[in-house]
């Protein structure tokens, strides 16, 4: 066969050859240039040549191989009972379809996981509202049993550029209404060109670390004063886009910026009418966005090292600038710095042991408009800015597979105002030890006790209150990786 | 004008002096044979400690910027890194090693899985969807997944086609020799039964001709508890049961003591290379597991 071929080739060269050289001046020089390149010629086409039937042979070697394989399997089955019809080896990657489920996570194949949460908890407090003392939203807000959240979560691959996610959280008021919310929603580019993301919806704003994290994955029963009294009981979470750049430096270091319409309840100390249309002790206005510099802006840099092998820190600062409803012209500035640390050993069991640190500072500056005067109100209150800080750190020790133990300090500091006397700005620190029981990825059990101590300021006397919570958390369906 | 176009041709050749492929392995295991197949041309990089649990690595940002980087992506496929390989994925903003992709290689697809349960419970534990995903224990399969990488290798960089291919072959060869060697040794405890810790050799079982169906954890991925033990203490006794195998992140204690009750020996079994010390490849990793295993059966330490 391969002669065959060789003389075949051969003669069709020399043929070529042969036409060409008729039409060529017959000069020395040139015919024996002529013979360099039908030379050069035959030895491609001999390798080529070689090169394919190489291929061919292994090919068949690969088959024969397959053959056997599939003959020793077919002799006894295996002691585990797999099943008889295995899924055939599927072809090596090919170009996407619509057809093509694209796996995001999850234990089946198919175009979205769905997983429903259920967290809730049971407290026992001496407050005799702990809704006085927890920061609202996903927080224990009545005496015994309390349904923190039933989040339902969609995600997956919208198609190859993008993917998507929606959460929804419905919860049950003390009054034992439903309420139904949308968390987030939103669709995040996959791979865009020069490093970037973009994602779009209504989605968490990147400050900070306990604001991007829902409810479940807490360490802790409860959201962090700080981020209750800054960030809103329910975080800081509006529609808006975001874009974020990973640079090109040694380590990890991401520049986010998020551009939301930071309004209503979720924009917490941004245009927020408040409860009866009242924020920070004066009435609220109905403020409308009048440019691009009326939206709440959230940049965030985020940078991470392994310090070793077994630790890693993740430092970041962020941002929340935006108009509030207090005033024509009030703007709210936030600011915070976050430190993670963890650590892990090599040969860590199921992810333990471990320990991880995290802290979070923030500083509010409001400006608080000066009201209107309103029939029946003697003094309307002037303009004021707060200034207000806060800070929350928190250790937690997985010390055992499945057990960690946490404990969590927070302070609120509150610029004192003869004025404004609104409960929320209350002085206070708390104190949270914890215990949690993983029975396995999928449900939890956590007891912790908290003690909290609220300073005196005109108009409150200082308080103090402590109470018992047990939580318990199950997942049911295919639920998306944490982030670190 | 002559200094010009040498600063040119200079600057045209510097991507070349960096032409090594920037390969990301998800495992030690896979990052051990793109070594070996790959040499000098490629770069490799693990994601995964070959001594810690792939069932759960951390997703550190620092493993997204190798994935950011990466031209080449191999994962096992079988769902061992789907508790945080995707949320890395996520941010990894690399368009290189997206699905469908000839720079995404799922090295799974290339070989039938043993175990894919019918119905899917998690009452029944931490059980894969798609099958028992530490199918490397077979030599076999690991020869398959060779040839794959080799293949995607090829694809992806067609200079060094010729390369990876012939390194491949000879890898495979080394492997086919090695085999012979390892059935050798296995074959006097054909058919014996062999605890573990974790259902994680069933393809070795397989290939090798042993039982090792005696398992400390109840279900996969629930912590043994003493009742259970005490059964597969007296089962192991009724079977002969000579050895116990133990994964150096599973709890090591346990393990000793019940080996001790049922007069076998423990064995530190690492999946990857490297997880055990002097196995830095495949074969060498293989060959520990099997010495210290024919070792055990014949009743020796």
């Known amino acids: ?484 | 004008m002559k200094s010009l176009i040498l600063t040119f041709a200079l600057l045209l050749a510097a991507p070349l002096a960096h032409a090594k492929l920037q390969v990301v392995a998800t495992l030690p295991d896979l990052g051990a044979l793109a070594s070996r197949i790959g040499g000098d041309r490629v770069e490799v990089t693990v994601l995964a400690k070959p001594t810690e649990d792939p069932h759960f690595v951390d997703p550190k940002p620092s493993l997204i910027l190798k994935l950011n980087r990466a031209d080449a992506l191999i994962e096992g496929g079988a769902d061992l890194e789907v508790g945080w390989l995707p949320a890395l994925l996520d941010s990894a903003r690399n368009p290189r090693i997206q699905p469908g992709t000839t720079g995404r290689i799922a090295v799974a697809s290339a070989i039938p899985l043993l175990e894919v349960p019918s119905a899917l419970s998690r009452a029944e534990g931490d059980i894969h969807a798609k099958g028992n995903p530490h199918f490397m224990m077979d030599p076999e399969r690991a020869i398959t997944v060779a040839r794959r990488i080799a293949e995607a290798l090829a694809a992806l960089d067609p200079p060094g086609a010729a390369a990876y291919r012939e390194r491949g072959a000879s890898l495979e060869a080394e492997i086919r020799a090695a085999m012979a060697r390892w059935k050798a040794v296995l074959a006097p405890s054909a058919g014996k039964h062999v605890a573990a810790y974790h259902n994680s050799w069933v393809y070795f079982a397989e290939r090798f001709g042993l039982k090792i169906d005696l398992f400390l954890e109840p279900k996969p991925g629930v912590p043994p508890s003493p009742s259970h033990l005490a059964k597969v203490i007296e089962d192991a006794k009724a079977l002969g049961v000579r050895a116990v195998l133990v994964e150096p992140f599973q709890d090591r204690k346990t393990a000793d003591f019940v080996a001790q009750r049922m007069g076998a020996t423990s064995i530190v079994a690492a999946q990857f290379p490297n997880g055990v010390p002097g196995t830095p490849g495949y074969v060498e990793l293989l060959d520990a597991l099997v010495t210290r295993l024919a070792t055990a059966m014949k009743g020796g330490g």
């Open chain 1, 1 to 484: 066969m391969k002669t065959y071929l060789c003389s075949f080739s051969l003669a069709l060269t020399l043929f070529a050859a042969s036409t060409h050289a008729a039409d060529a001046p017959a000069a020395p020089a040139t015919s024996e240039a002529a013979l360099e390149r039908l030379q050069k010629t035959l030895h491609e086409m001999e390798s080529r040549h070689q090169q394919e039937m190489d291929a061919l042979r292994r090919q068949i070697a690969d088959q024969r191989a397959a053959i056997e394989k599939l003959q020793a399997s077919t002799s006894p089955a295996p002691a585990a009972g797999a099943q008889a019809a295995a899924p055939p080896p599927a072809a090596p990657s090919r170009p996407w379809s619509p057809s093509d489920p694209i796996r995001v996570a999850g234990n089946a194949q198919g175009f979205m996981n769905i997983s429903f949460d259920g967290l809730f908890t049971a407290a026992a407090t001496t407050a005799p509202r702990p809704g006085d003392f927890e920061m609202g939203g996903h927080d224990p807000s009545q005496r015994g049993f309390n349904v923190q959240g039933l989040e339902t979560v969609f995600d997956g691959a919208v198609d190859p550029w993008f993917k998507g996610q929606a959460n929804f959280v419905s919860q049950i008021t003390d009054g034992g209404d439903t309420t139904f919310e949308a968390e987030e929603a939103w669709l995040q580019t996959s791979s865009l060109p020069g490093n970037l993301q973009a994602k779009g919806g209504l989605f968490l704003g990147p400050f900070g670390r306990l604001n991007q994290q829902h409810a479940h994955a807490w360490d802790f029963v409860n959201q962090s004063i700080v981020n209750g009294r800054f960030l809103g009981g329910d975080g800081l979470r509006n529609p808006g886009a975001q874009f974020s750049w990973l640079a090109p430096l040694p380590w990890f270091s991401e520049l986010t910026v998020a551009i939301q319409n930071g309004s209503g309840e979720t924009a917490y100390s941004f245009r927020n009418r408040g409860d009866g249309d009242t924020f920070m002790g004066r009435p609220t206005l109905d403020r409308n966005l009048r440019g691009f510099g009326d939206l709440l802006y959230v940049p965030r840099w985020e940078n991470s090292f392994d310090l070793t092998d077994e630790q890693t820190v993740v430092l970041g600062t962020s941002a929340a600038l935006g108009p509030n409803d207090t005033g024509p012209n009030a703007r709210t500035e936030i600011y915070g710095v976050d430190l993670t640390w963890k650590w892990k050993p090599s040969d860590s069991s199921g992810g333990f042991p471990f320990v991880k640190w995290q802290s979070e500072a923030m500083l509010r500056r409001f400006e608080a408009g000066a009201a209107d005067p309103l029939p029946g109100v003697a003094d309307p209150l002037p303009d004021e800015t707060f200034r207000d800080w806060g800070a929350y750190s928190q250790v937690v020790w997985g010390f055992a597979k499945g057990w960690t133990a946490g404990l969590r300090g927070e302070y609120l500091h509150m610029e004192v105002s003869p004025l404004t006397t609104d409960a929320t700005r209350q002085q206070r620190w708390r104190v949270s030890p914890n215990l949690t029981w993983y029975l396995s990825e999928f449900s939890k059990l956590r007891l912790q006790w908290d003690h909290d101590e609220l300073g005196s300021m005109p108009g409150f006397d200082s308080r103090r209150a402590d109470a018992v919570f047990l939580q318990f958390e199950f997942l049911l369906g295919a639920h998306g990786a944490h982030k670190f």
